[in-house]
């Protein structure tokens, strides 16, 4: 009875979109798309049109994402979460797309991000994209990095760490990684946030400075409290387990972890943390379990010259009666989603602060 009265009036059971939710935090997008579509008045609720776009944005179908946002902002017109990811999906493609439509893409992209932040002064997630794009984007397209450094001020006053993800991203896109660096360490929070610390490894990493990328990681993953911050941070731990040579039994453990979480699932990631996993287990001894693990890739379709240059070295060292204990492989690797879905990991940084 209770079922069809929320039928009657149009209601979605909570418990369905929290469905919905969790396939997507596991990057099972078609199974989530199949059990959307089953719903014949899935365009009727914000919710569930909040969650497809967002899988949609992750898979980088940016025109779908489009053509669902642009039907759900005049659906749903107070939908701060709608308004934010459709500018989002057009800023995406107007970096991305030809230069005709890249600028009327691009303002039409600003307009809905404001108005997510008028609807919702509080949804930090656009308002770090407005000021992310006001950073880096020429003067002739939108760009004011004057702008930027006033709405980061502002942001300052609401909520200090928000502003400084946005003061260390603003750094960056100037290509000034040690003054970042140099933020975050004198401005970290106490107890610390994931995301900063996540941004404060990341720098790390790219300035070489592995061990204090690891311990970074190791507090990412500690202290998140979204999935997908997790599950990133502990990936990396595993990548730096391997390429350099930290702690492997930990990056085994991190790996393991991910990898279960993200089984079955359409995580593009996923051959890199089994190769990962495997050289973990061959520099451990663990032969057997390694050869479980490259046995499983060896059908994997990866278009990555250094991945298959890795896999065929593991898999001929494996074979070998003497093979050595540790094989030396190229370092770098793909990050996840986002990877790095962030351009790369910035864009994947973006849809993760929603």
Not at 155 to 163: G, H, I, M, R, Y
Not at 185 to 205: C, S, T, Y
Not at 333 to 346: I, L, R, S
Request: charged fraction near 25%.
């Amino acid at each position: 009875m209770k079922a069809l009265l929320l039928l009657l009036a149009g209601a979605l059971p909570a418990s369905n979109v929290a469905q919905y939710e969790a396939l997507l935090a596991k990057s099972q997008f078609s199974e989530l798309e199949h059990q959307i579509l089953q719903q014949s008045d899935y365009k009727q609720h914000g919710d569930v049109l909040v969650v497809y776009a967002r899988a949609l944005i992750a898979q980088q179908r940016l025109e779908d994402a489009n053509t669902l946002l642009n039907f759900a902002v005049e659906q749903f017109p107070g939908n701060s979460e709608l308004n934010y990811l459709a500018g989002l999906s057009k800023l995406r493609l107007a970096s991305n797309g030809n230069v005709f439509s890249a600028k009327e893409r691009a303002a039409r992209g600003v307009e809905l991000l404001q108005k997510a932040v008028i609807i919702k002064p509080d949804h930090f997630a656009a308002r770090q994209a407005l000021i992310d794009f006001y950073s880096v984007a020429p003067a002739n397209a939108g760009g004011d990095k004057e702008l930027a450094l006033a709405m980061t001020e502002q942001l300052a006053k609401e909520n200090p760490d928000q502003a400084l993800l946005a003061q260390s991203r603003i750094l960056l896109n100037e290509k000034k990684p040690a003054e970042a660096l140099a933020l975050l360490e004198q401005m970290m929070p106490d107890p610390p946030n994931a995301r900063l610390l996540a941004r404060k490894a990341q720098i790390l990493n790219e300035l070489a400075e592995y061990d204090a990328a690891f311990d970074n990681y190791k507090l990412a993953a500690e202290y998140a409290t979204d999935l997908t911050d997790k599950y990133n941070a502990l990936y990396h731990i595993g990548r730096l387990a391997v390429v350099a040579d930290q702690d492997a039994m930990l990056g085994i453990t991190a790996l393991q972890q991910y990898l279960e979480f993200y089984s079955d699932s359409e995580n593009k990631t996923l051959p890199w943390a089994t190769l990962r996993l495997a050289q973990l287990m061959y520099r451990t001894g663990d032969n057997f379990e390694a050869t479980l693990l490259v046995g499983s890739l060896t059908h994997a379709r990866v278009a990555d010259e250094e991945f298959n240059l890795i896999l065929l070295s593991l898999l001929s060292a494996l074979k070998a009666k003497d093979a050595p204990a540790v094989i030396e492989q190229p370092e770098a690797a793909p990050e996840p989603v986002e990877e790095k879905q962030d351009n790369g990991q910035d864009q994947a940084e973006t849809i993760q602060e929603i």
